[in-house]
């Protein structure tokens, strides 16, 4: 299997198909880079070099005891982009993989960038603090940290249950295959990496990181996402990004990586054929 090792010697796991100009798949959490399966074969299908890494201490990468924040996440992130060289890339990242990508465009800049898109992404600041007001208060975020310390099995089971994919919903069609796999990728990850992972993706201020992105910039996000909200996120992120677009999708929730694969592969190879060298 290929592998990144960066310079602390952690193993950064990446697949990648296809061939063409580069798109890079950061993803969510807990889970890694088999999430974006429908997307990776739709774009490597389409003409493009789809690569998806596994976060360190998600999947097949490793477990590390320290690194599990957005400064290292980023730095790994730009491992993979400079041993492969990739040029004109466009960067997506979904949930976490959002505040990754803006991260690492916060410390590495755009010179291999040549597109962004953020798909229901934590970006620019989840937590809500006094200059934050309409954010998530600290408690739903410790009671997320309690339940993966009580049992994280299943409190992955209750997510893809319930408000990741919105089968908390009336009319809801949720596979159940759908959200097994869910459940498998998330207990792939470590139990520490996830732990920390929570504080990264919630109290980690993208505000900065966001002001640094200079190149296209596409925003996608579920107007009924229950795990990062719309005003929380993509509305504000996209308010934020000089030039950014905004695209949102009535009634979706977080997950929609799968309940809109479809939607979501069309919208972002539409964006992808816009880039003119």
Known sequence: MPFVTVSDGTRIFYKEWGSGRPVVLSHGWPLNSDSWEAQALHLASSGYRVIAHDRRGHGRSTQTWHGNEMDTYADDLAAVVDTLDLRDATLVGFSTGGGEVARYIGRHGTARVAQVVLVSAVPPFMLKTDDNP????????????????????????????????????????????????????????????????????????????????????????????????????????ASRVKGARLTVYPGAPHGITDTHKRRLGDDLLAFLEEYQP
């Open 134 to 237: 309409g954010g998530v208060p600290a408690e739903v975020f410790d009671g997320i940290r309690a339940d993966s310390l009580t049992d994280r099995a299943q409190l992955y089971k209750d997510l893809a249950d319930g408000p990741f994919f919105g089968h908390n919903r009336p009319g809801s069609d949720v596979s159940q295959g759908v959200r097994d796999v869910f459940w498998l990728q998330s207990m792939a990850a470590g139990h520490r990496n996830a732990y920390e992972c929570i504080a990264a993706f919630s109290a980690t201020d993208f505000r900065p990181d966001l002001d640094a992105i200079d190149v296209p910039t596409l925003v996608i996000h579920g107007d009924d996402d229950q795990v990062v909200p719309f005003e929380v996120g993509g509305k504000a992120s």
